[in-house]
């Protein structure tokens, strides 16, 4: 069975900050990465995936994950964050083919100040 | 354009009262369903996982249960809540392994 590590809990930035989230899983053979966000009041949805191909991908909102295989991790940036992206930030992994079973991230909460 | 729909937004229950949560979907067919629990700072448990009509898998054992009566209708059931059934519930579907989830709204139960 897969696991997935957020290692930041808490995350407080000022606007213009630069953004780094880390996610690492745990799973020996081929996944599916999903970084998903769920801003105050609102449902979660996603924010950007990866299946296979490139490992730099790139989201909505100026996001963007770097998948790398050798460190099983794919960290969320953001150059410059703004304060509209105060949300809580769950990354996600499953296998891949067969039945879909995602395993989440404990969340981060990632707060910007104006 | 598909769509996720689930009820009720807020829910408060008396302890060993019975519950009924309700989540469909539109426009789209034989999506796998989830029920998850989402806990502050412990993100989200899959409780419950359906990839066909009556085909129900539980993730985790406790006062709770599933059922799946159409394709895109997923029901989350108890016979009696406990205190610890508190919290907050979201809904999910995705069509397959390579796709992600879409989510709903989510429903916040609270047990008196």
């Known amino acids: 069975a897969q696991s997935v590590s957020q290692h930041n809990h808490h995350v407080i930035l000022s606007e213009a900050a630069s953004l780094e989230l880390g996610c690492n899983y745990s799973y020996g053979g081929t996944v599916n990465l999903f970084w998903y966000v769920q801003y105050p009041g609102q449902h979660l949805q996603l924010l950007l995936k990866?299946?296979?191909?490139?490992?730099l991908v790139k989201g909505i909102k100026g996001f963007e994950a770097e998948f790398i295989k050798s460190k099983f991790s794919f960290n969320l940036r953001k150059p410059s964050v703004q304060w509209s992206d105060t949300a809580e930030y769950f990354c996600a992994v499953s296998a891949s083919g067969g039945s879909y079973i995602p395993t989440f991230g404990r969340g981060t909460s990632l707060i910007v100040h104006p | 354009s598909q769509t996720i729909h689930q009820w009720p937004a807020t829910l408060v229950q008396p302890v060993g009262s019975p519950l009924s949560l309700e989540c469909t979907v539109e426009?789209?067919?034989?999506?796998?369903l989830y029920w998850y629990r989402q806990a502050a700072g412990r993100g989200l448990q899959l409780l419950f996982y359906?990839?066909?009509?009556?085909?129900i898998s539980s993730e985790v054992p406790q006062n709770l249960s599933a059922s799946r009566p159409q394709d895109r209708q997923f029901i989350l059931s108890s016979k009696k809540l406990l205190l610890s059934d508190s919290g907050f519930y979201l809904c999910?579907?995705?069509?397959?392994?390579?796709?992600?989830?879409?989510f709903g709204d989510g429903t916040r139960l609270s047990i008196l």
């Open positions: 426009g789209t067919s034989n999506p796998n």
């Open positions: 359906s990839v066909g009509i009556g085909q």
């Open positions: 999910a579907w995705t069509l397959g392994s390579n796709q992600p989830q879409h």
């Open positions: 990866y299946f296979s191909g490139d490992p």
